[in-house]
């Protein structure tokens, strides 16, 4: 409930309210946080009050028509159900014809039917035939595409989402009669649970749209062998109480057909509270080996196949250790993630604790890794550094700003415990005095290198220099406005670098008041690229503890980026032509990425960030024009890369990258092709 005050009240146009007809409304609102829902209210004749969401987009625009019937009255908008902080202003209040009502509408769902597929249409309910038969119902199923919101109803989405119709099973049932073989199933019931719970898991397993011959449930109070199971079936452990989605099958039959020589199969899932109800979806990341050393992020909804007798995992421990040493035996093109739930698991008392739960179990880590707990039950990996430390030659772009500059370089000088180090300082026309004065002191006092680009500034050809005079093995790209937190962040960063396959690691960073800047960077959400958990509490694990947990991603910042020279070099550095100020570095990653190399973001290497203080914010003409050409070249450059983060899920908003729900995933059911 809103008290009156949160009410702004709207004066109804000619002050009539004894007719009944179209509303134009028309208004702009701006938040520096979540809105929540927009609502306007009125009071119909008979005293009732009426309410109706207005969908507001990502730029603040509102532009909706609403019915009002005869004698409403005391009209009134909400501009936030959440109380943000906002500005909001009503443009235009008129009364429209009928005609142009439905113009209007017409206008809005036609470019949503050409730019939606067929398939995302139908789950959306946005059927052909309510341009003619029900032209308001297809006006507010797009208006709850176009609502900038954050969806969190997770009840809402699962109903317009997750819900198996009648006709979808017989579908179903047709597509699989069309395939003809399909995989064996073998089901092993694992743990302990009360009679109730287990009779809940069984008829779950009796619902799924799969024929029974193909599927084998074998009970089981502990871990077993499948020794003596048929070559080639595929093996599920279902801890009792767990309950199975009803397409769960269909979706690994249809992505074996996809990927025939896939050997683990995962999926997202999401759990059960005391009364059976669904909440707490994970949806989960394509193939992420350092996010499975973190966290048993795939949990129980992971499907092997049996070339040779294995263990069946009892408990999570044990879940969790066959899923590091499954990592060990796989390729990476051999592991595959289903972006669909496919499992309901119950609600565990308390939040997991992967280092307890794994830890004792774990008795073939690699040679020189050390296993620790770190917060919120996530487990840190030490990675081991060579006897003979790598050069690390940390490169820093500046232009005056001493009081910026001074923190980061004492900070790299007195609290960086890595000692092979390197401190490249290039000065892009730096005319303070004080500036200049300190940058003859540090080459004097510290051997830190000053090197003069004397041309417009262009960060990437900076950083391209900068790399052709630096020494070391190792490059750091390190921004101007940042400030050591701690002493062992090189020491991590170099140890991740180090690891097989891995091309470039990145950092996390707070603001000053010690929220969270940067915890890796989305690519797609957002619309180009943004950072992961932005605002968030330093001690806050983030979405499914993502924001405490060493993982690979598409991209990091190169406000503190570590790479390896020759691969910088091999891949030309920094985009300097299309990319001089933005997204150069998340356009470095994608390459490396395009290489066939990681990015690693861990949360064991932490700073201070005061962005974008040496250059400031774009604000002039000329400025946003350049921008816009950057985000213009990279929408084109990284077309296809954009619409899909394998760091991320279909299924979340690609509105921003904050893990909410998705208005419309991106997620084509094989049977409604």
């Given at each position: ?22 509303l ?5 609102l ?5 809105r ?20 507001v987009?990502?730029r ?5 028509v609403?019915f ?19 500005q ?9 014809s009928?005609?142009?009502?439905i ?9 949503f ?11 959306l ?6 341009w003619?038969?029900?032209?308001q119902?297809?006006?507010?199923l ?18 317009n ?6 006709g979808?099973?017989?579908a179903?049932?047709r597509?699989?009669k069309?395939?003809?073989k399909?995989?064996?199933?073998c ?24 024929p029974?011959?193909?599927i ?10 499948t ?25 690994l039959a ?11 199969v995962y999926?997202?899932h999401d ?7 669904r909440?707490?979806p ?12 973190s966290q048993?992020?795939i949990?129980?909804c992971g499907?092997?196949?049996e070339?040779?007798a294995?263990?069946?995992p ?11 040493q ?19 698991l ?11 739960n794994m ?8 040679a020189?890794v ?25 490169i820093i772009?500046?232009?005056?700003t ?18 092979n180090?390197e ?9 303070d005095a ?14 830190v ?11 990437s ?19 101007n406005?940042?400030?050591v ?6 020491d991590e ?6 690891r ?13 008041d ?22 968030l ?13 060493a ?20 891949l ?17 990653c994608?390459?490396v ?11 064991f290497?932490?700073l201070?960030?005061?962005e ?25 450059r990284?077309?296809q ?19 909410s ?13």
């Amino acid at each position: 409930m809103h008290s009156n005050c949160d009410w702004q009240s709207l004066m109804l146009p000619n002050s009539c309210s004894t007719r009944a007809g179209w509303l134009l409304i028309l208004g702009t609102l701006r938040t520096s946080h979540k809105r929540g829902e927009t609502r306007l209210r009125w009071q119909c004749c008979q005293g009732i009050w009426h309410e109706q969401v207005l969908p507001v987009t990502r730029r603040g625009t509102l532009q909706e028509v609403v019915f009002l019937p005869k004698g409403a009255s005391q009209l009134a908008l909400l501009a936030s159900s959440e109380g943000a902080d906002y500005q909001f202003e009503i443009t235009r209040l008129e009364w429209i014809s009928s005609v142009e009502s439905i113009w209007r509408r017409l206008r809005r769902i036609g470019p949503f039917y050409q730019r939606l597929n067929a398939q995302k249409r139908r789950r959306l309910g946005l059927r052909w035939h309510l341009w003619f038969t029900d032209l308001q119902q297809a006006y507010d199923l797009v208006g709850k595409i176009r609502d900038d919101k954050p969806l969190h109803a997770y009840e809402h989405w699962l109903a317009n989402f997750d819900v198996l119709h009648h006709g979808e099973r017989l579908a179903i049932n047709r597509l699989l009669k069309r395939w003809g073989k399909l995989p064996d199933i073998c089901l092993h019931l694992v743990g302990e649970g009360d009679e109730a719970a287990h009779k809940r898991t069984l008829a779950s397993i009796k619902a799924l749209c799969y024929p029974a011959a193909q599927i084998t449930v074998l009970e089981q109070s502990s871990a077993a062998s499948t020794a003596g199971r048929p070559s080639g079936e595929w093996q599920w452990a279902i801890p009792v109480g767990a309950q199975l989605s009803p397409a769960a099958l269909v979706w690994l039959a249809h992505q074996l057909r996809l990927t025939p020589n896939a050997k683990w199969v995962y999926g997202d899932h999401d759990m059960l509270d005391g009364k059976g109800k669904r909440c707490s979806p994970n949806f989960k990341p394509d193939w992420n080996e350092t996010l499975l050393y973190s966290q048993n992020y795939i949990g129980w909804c992971g499907l092997w196949r049996e070339e040779g007798a294995s263990q069946v995992p009892g408990d999570a421990g044990e879940c969790h250790r066959w899923w590091l040493q499954l990592a060990g035996q796989c390729e990476a093109g051999h592991i595959v993630h289903i972006p669909a739930l496919l499992m309901h698991l119950p609600m565990p008392v308390q939040q997991p604790n992967d280092y307890e739960n794994m830890a004792r179990r774990l008795t073939d880590v690699p040679a020189g890794v050390t296993v620790e707990p770190a917060p919120h039950g996530i487990c840190r990996w030490r990675w081991p550094l060579p006897e003979q430390l790598p050069r690390v030659s940390v490169i820093i772009p500046t232009r005056n700003t001493l009081a910026h500059l001074r923190p980061c370089i004492e900070s790299l000088i007195q609290h960086t415990h890595y000692p092979n180090l390197e401190i490249v300082v290039m000065d892009n026309q730096s005319d303070d005095a004080d500036a200049l004065a300190y940058l003859d002191h540090i080459s004097t006092a510290y051997g830190v290198r000053v090197i003069r680009w004397d041309h417009p500034f262009n960060y990437s050809a900076i950083n391209n220099a900068a790399v052709r005079e630096a020494t070391g093995e190792l490059i750091c790209l390190l921004n101007n406005d940042t400030e050591v937190l701690n002493p062992l962040w090189l020491d991590e960063m170099v140890s991740q670098l180090l690891r097989p396959g891995v091309g470039a690691v990145g950092a996390r960073l707070f603001y000053t008041d010690g929220r969270i800047q940067h915890a890796g960077d989305a690519v797609g959400p957002g619309g180009c690229a943004d950072h992961f958990h932005s605002g968030l509490s330093a001690d806050e694990p983030g979405y499914q503890r993502r924001a405490v947990s060493a993982q690979e991603l598409s991209a990091v910042t190169a406000a503190c980026l570590l790479t390896h020279r020759q691969l910088y070099v091999n891949l030309g550095g920094l985009d300097e032509v299309n990319l001089p100020v933005a997204f150069n570095d998340v356009d470095y990653c994608l390459r490396v990425g395009e290489a066939g190399m990681r990015i690693v973001w861990t949360p064991f290497a932490e700073l201070y960030h005061h962005e974008s203080v040496s250059r400031g914010k774009d604000a002039t003409p000329q400025q946003l024009a350049r921008a816009q050409q950057e985000l213009t070249y990279m929408k084109k450059r990284w077309a296809q890369r954009l619409k899909n983060d394998p760091a991320y899920n279909p299924n979340l908003s690609y509105d921003r990258p904050d893990f909410s729900l998705s208005h419309a995933p991106n997620v084509v059911l094989p049977w409604m092709n």
